[in-house]
T-cell receptor, first 117, second 112 residues
């Protein structure tokens, strides 16, 4: 059973470009979460999605950031017109149900490290 | 929302000694408290968690204690080994809430 798969692992963009980060949850998991980790900081919640639904996007910046989890294919975190402050590691996590489910555990991917020049 | 703080930011211990990391949280409604370990360049992985209906939980060399009155919980690692060197994150959330609030992490260095 493959774990949470994220790609790309490393992404370099120039200011003003778009960044697309992809996440395939663990097999059997229908809940996806995106977290951002700045250098020397903890993990900051961004968004929680189920298939075709955004459940909680209270941690997402109001502009330039969007996320989706289509019926088919991976979840995508999209950052438009990137700025240097967007440089961070973006972690995706999945769970078999919401955290109110069996164990509450989140299974994280290896992260996508975005560098904005 | 929930605010989680961790102390100390960096902890160095001699191999074989114990390490203790403390976290405080702000939201009295929080009742699920996991700890994640992140090695350099790797993914965070759950190592232990505790719910508010218990005060302590152990798993081999790792234990977590919870004081709901004081709103703090601690991770205890006994007989530390070099492979325990990592960043440890505590988190809190009301169980059933899908938004974990993480602390900033503690860098634990085990000196051989």
């Amino acid at each position: 059973n493959a774990g949470v798969m994220q790609n790309p692992r490393h992404l370099v963009r120039r200011r003003g470009q778009e960044a697309r980060l992809r996440c395939s949850p663990m097999k059997g998991h229908s809940h996806v979460y995106w977290y951002r980790q700045l250098p020397e900081e903890g993990l900051k919640f961004m968004v929680y999605l189920q298939k075709e639904n955004i459940i909680d996007e209270s941690g997402m910046p109001k502009e330039r950031f969007s996320a989706e989890f289509p019926k088919e294919g991976p979840s995508i975190l999209r950052i438009q017109q990137v700025v240097r402050g967007d440089s961070a590691a973006y972690f995706c996590a999945s769970s078999p149900s919401g955290q109110g489910g069996n164990t509450g555990e989140l299974f994280f991917g290896e992260g996508s490290r975005l560098t904005v020049l | 929302g929930e605010n989680v703080e961790q102390h100390p930011s960096t902890l160095s211990v001699q191999e074989g000694d114990s390490a203790v990391i403390k976290c405080t949280y702000s939201d009295s409604a929080s009742n699920y408290f996991p700890w994640y370990k992140q090695e350099l360049g790797k993914r965070p992985q759950l190592i232990i968690d505790i719910r508010s209906n218990v005060g302590e939980k152990k798993d081999q060399r790792i234990a977590v204690t919870l004081n709901k009155t004081a709103k703090h919980f601690s991770l205890h690692i006994t007989e530390t080994q070099p492979e325990d060197s990592a960043v440890y994150f505590c988190a809190a959330t009301p169980y059933g809430n899908n938004r974990l609030a993480f602390g900033k992490g503690n860098q634990v260095v085990v000196i051989p």
